[in-house]
C-alpha cells in the first residue's frame, strides 16, 4: 500500500505531537518531587526529568508544525495532476 | 537575567493564610515567593481552598516568567502529595477539592488534555482526600526554573499555610451546668480538649515544633475561645491563661464582648516575642503547646472600651468586684479622649443602663459626666431574684446614638453565712465546759 507523502508527514506530526506531549506529561508526573532530606540524587533527577519533559513539549510543538506541512504538501500534491491535465 | 543553577538555599515560612517569605538572591535577583490561601476562615465543612504562589521581584513585586515548581505538601510530617507546576507568568493558582471518597490524588492542569501544550496558566485542580480538615500545611517549594523553562536553578523555599478548624466541646460546669465551649485553631488543630470543673480550668494541646529555625519564622500562634454567656464562671474582666506551664502576658489574652450576642470570645495571642519567652522559660520542652485557660482572682479594673464609633473611650470600675444579688454595687466611670492618653472629655450627656442578659433592662439612669474629670459614680441595687450574666450598657455619648458601648458583667449568689453560727457556739460551750468539769474531777 502506497501512503501520499503529504498524509505521511501528517501521521509523522500526529505523532510526534501525541508522544511528545503525553510522554512529556508522563516524565514531568514521574518526578521526585517529594525530598525531604534534601538528597543530592533526587535534585538531581529532577533536573534531568524536567530537561527531557522540555525536549518532549518541543517535540509536542513542532508535531504541530510538521502537521501543518504535511497538510500544506498533501493539498499541493492533490492539486498538481489538475495542473498537469 | 542571570540564573545560575544549583544554589541550595532555602527560606521558612509560617502557618498563615497569606504571607510573603523573605527574598533570596537566584542570580542577581532577589525573589520572594508570595502565598495565600482563600477561604481564610473556613468551617470543617468547606467545599475547597485555593492556594496562590507567586514567584516574583522583591524589588518590584513583578512575577518572574517561565516558572516551574515542584511542590510536595505535607501535614503531621506525612507527605500528602507532590507535583511539578508550570505558569508561563508566574503565577500559580491550585483549585483544592478535598474529596474523601477517592484515595487517589488528581492533579490536573486547567486546559483539557491538552492543557500546557501552547503554555502553561499556571491554574490546576488538586483533588484527593487532602485539605479535608483543618490545622498546619506545610509546603517544600523548589525552585526548578525561573525566567524560562530552560533556565534551570535550584532554590528551597518552605512554607506553611494554617487553615483554621472550629470544634465544639460540651463541658460540665458545676455550677452552671452543661455548656457548650467553641474553640477555633488558627494555627494547627488542638487535641485533648478538657475542663476541670473543681479549679476552673479549661486545657488543650497543639502540635508546636519548638526548634529555633521555627521560632524565627512564627509570627503569630492564635486560638479563640467563644464561652457561652450563661456560662457565668467565665465571664470575668480578666483571665490566667498559660502555655506549657508559663504564664501569659496580659496583652497576649484579649477579651470581644462586642462581635457576639451570644458569645464572650476571648483571644489568646501568642506573637513571635511571647513564643520566645516561652520556650525559654518553660521546662518540659515538647513538640506542643499545652493551654490553660481560667478565671483570675484579679480584676482587671478598670475595663477600657471604645465606642462603637470610636468617638470615645469608656473607662469602667466597680466595687465590690464581684457583684451581688441583693446588695449594691458602686460603678465608677469615665469617658476619655480615644486618642490621648487618660485624658477626660468634657462633661458631655450619657445614659447608662445594666440589662439582664441582653434584653431585660434592670437599671436605667441618664445624666451628665463631671467637668472637672473625677470618675463619675452611679450605686446600682441588685434585686435578690436575678443571677447570671448582666450588660453594662452607655449609650447616647453627647447625644450621639452611635456613641454606645457595651460591658459583660456577672451577677453572682451571695454567700450566705448564718449570723449565729451554731457550729462554732457548741464547740465554744463544749470546750468551756472541759475547762470548768476537768479541774473538778482531777482534785478527786
Known amino acids: 500500500m502506497k501512503i501520499k507523502r503529504g498524509i505521511g508527514i501528517l501521521l509523522a506530526g500526529v ?19 517529594i525530598n525531604p532530606a534534601n538528597s543530592s540524587a533526587i535534585a538531581d533527577a529532577n533536573y534531568h526529568m524536567l530537561s527531557i519533559s522540555n525536549q518532549l513539549s518541543i517535540i509536542s510543538q513542532f508535531g504541530i508544525i510538521v502537521m501543518v506541512i504535511g497538510g500544506i504538501i498533501f ?7 489538475r495542473i498537469q491535465d | 537575567m542571570i540564573f545560575p543553577s544549583f544554589i541550595f538555599l532555602s527560606a521558612y515560612g509560617d502557618g498563615l493564610a497569606s504571607e510573603i517569605l523573605p527574598p533570596e538572591v537566584i542570580g542577581n535577583k532577589n525573589v520572594t515567593l508570595s502565598i495565600n490561601s482563600s477561604p481564610f476562615l473556613i468551617d470543617n465543612t468547606h467545599v475547597g481552598t485555593q492556594i496562590n504562589f507567586i514567584l516574583q521581584d522583591a524589588s518590584n513585586q513583578e512575577p518572574f516568567q517561565d516558572v516551574t ?33 477517592s484515595s487517589k490524588i488528581a492533579i490536573n492542569e486547567e486546559g483539557g488534555p491538552f492543557a500546557g501544550l501552547l503554555g502553561h496558566g499556571g491554574s490546576y485542580q488538586i483533588k484527593g482526600p487532602v485539605f479535608a ?98 456560662f457565668t464562671n467565665f465571664i470575668v474582666t480578666k483571665y490566667d491563661a498559660f502555655v506549657n506551664g508559663v504564664k501569659l502576658e496580659d496583652r497576649s489574652v484579649s477579651i470581644d464582648d462586642y462581635s457576639s450576642d451570644e458569645y464572650r470570645i476571648v483571644h ?6 511571647e513564643a520566645n519567652t516561652i520556650a525559654a522559660q518553660q521546662h518540659n520542652a515538647k513538640s506542643e503547646m499545652d493551654f490553660a485557660l481560667s478565671p483570675s482572682n484579679e ?23 464581684k457583684i451581688l444579688a441583693g446588695q449594691t454595687t458602686r460603678f465608677s ?83 450566705i453565712v448564718p449570723e449565729f453560727p451554731a457550729g462554732p457556739l457548741v464547740v465554744i460551750a463544749a470546750m468551756f465546759s472541759v475547762i470548768i468539769i476537768f479541774p473538778r474531777f482531777s482534785r478527786t
Open chain 1, 15 to 33: 505523532v510526534m505531537f501525541l508522544a511528545g506531549h503525553f510522554l512529556a506529561q508522563l516524565v514531568l508526573d514521574l518526578i521526585p518531587t
Open chain 1, 75 to 81: 493539498f499541493v500534491d492533490k492539486r498538481k495532476p
Open chain 2, 69 to 101: 515548581l515542584a511542590v510536595s505538601a505535607f501535614k503531621n510530617d506525612q507527605a500528602l502529595f507532590g507535583h511539578v507546576f508550570m505558569s508561563d507568568s508566574g503565577n500559580f493558582l491550585f483549585d483544592v477539592a478535598p474529596d474523601n471518597s
Open chain 2, 133 to 230: 480538615s483543618g490545622g498546619l500545611y506545610k509546603f517544600k517549594i523548589e525552585v526548578l526554573t525561573v525566567g524560562s523553562y530552560d533556565n534551570q536553578v535550584s532554590k528551597s523555599y518552605n512554607a506553611a499555610i494554617s487553615i483554621p478548624e472550629t470544634n465544639n466541646y460540651t463541658i460540665n460546669d458545676k455550677e452552671d451546668g452543661k455548656q457548650t465551649v467553641t474553640v477555633i485553631a488558627y494555627y494547627d488543630q488542638i487535641k485533648n480538649f478538657q475542663y476541670n470543673s473543681d479549679n476552673k480550668t479549661m486545657t488543650f494541646s497543639m502540635p508546636f515544633n519548638w526548634s529555633p529555625d521555627n521560632l524565627k519564622q512564627v509570627s503569630v500562634v492564635h486560638q479563640e475561645l467563644k464561652i457561652p454567656r450563661p
Open chain 2, 268 to 273: 489568646l495571642i501568642l506573637y513571635k516575642q
Open chain 2, 299 to 321: 480584676t482587671a479594673f478598670p475595663i477600657t472600651q471604645y465606642t462603637r464609633n470610636a468617638q470615645y473611650k469608656v473607662s469602667l470600675s466597680w466595687d465590690p468586684p
Open chain 2, 333 to 415: 466611670f469615665q469617658i476619655l479622649d480615644p486618642y490621648l492618653v487618660n485624658k477626660t472629655v468634657d462633661s458631655i450627656d450619657y445614659d447608662f443602663s445594666i440589662i439582664a442578659g441582653k434584653n431585660g433592662l434592670m437599671f436605667h439612669k441618664s445624666g451628665t459626666t463631671s467637668n472637672n474629670g473625677d470618675p463619675n459614680t452611679i450605686d446600682v441595687k441588685f434585686p435578690d431574684n436575678y443571677t447570671g450574666p448582666i450588660t453594662i450598657g452607655f449609650e447616647n455619648l453627647n447625644g450621639n446614638s452611635f456613641s454606645d458601648s457595651e460591658i459583660s458583667g456577672v451577677v453572682s449568689k451571695p454567700h
